[in-house]
């Protein structure tokens, strides 16, 4: 069965770190470029950080560079996303998802077909 489960959300201050983690079952992991987006109230749900199954290439926002880090653990078969110097600005529920498409782009949601039920992470001034 493909599933994601992710953990790790929770409240943090201004310029602290929080490490989230997404557990990937099945051929989530091995097979399929991983990704995390994150959607705050109100607003569309936006790329954070991806990498590649292939390669460990990584890709990430603009808004992040310098501060998040995506890797995966393939022992663990587990994608984690490393954020530090937090803002409140990334306040948001954050997702990890499998991108399904091979040819998608993966910057767009519309890439992904499977996603994890959402952690939230507040991040207070």
């Known amino acids: 069965q493909e599933q994601l489960v992710e953990s790790g959300g929770g409240l943090v201050q201004a310029g602290g770190s929080l490490r989230l983690s997404c557990a990937a079952s099945g051929r989530t992991f091995s097979d399929y470029t991983m990704g995390w987006f994150r959607q705050a109230p109100g607003k569309e749900r936006e790329f954070v950080a991806a990498?590649?199954?292939?390669?460990?290439?990584?890709y990430y926002a603009d808004s992040v560079k310098g501060r998040f880090t995506i890797s995966r653990d393939n022992a663990e078969n587990t994608v984690y996303l490393q954020m530090n110097t937090l803002r409140p600005v990334d306040t948001a529920v954050y997702y990890c998802a499998r991108k399904g498409d091979r040819s998608g782009n993966l910057y767009y949601t519309s890439s992904y077909d499977y996603w994890g039920q959402g952690t939230q992470v507040t991040v207070s001034s």
């Open positions: 990498i590649s199954w292939r390669t460990s290439n990584t």
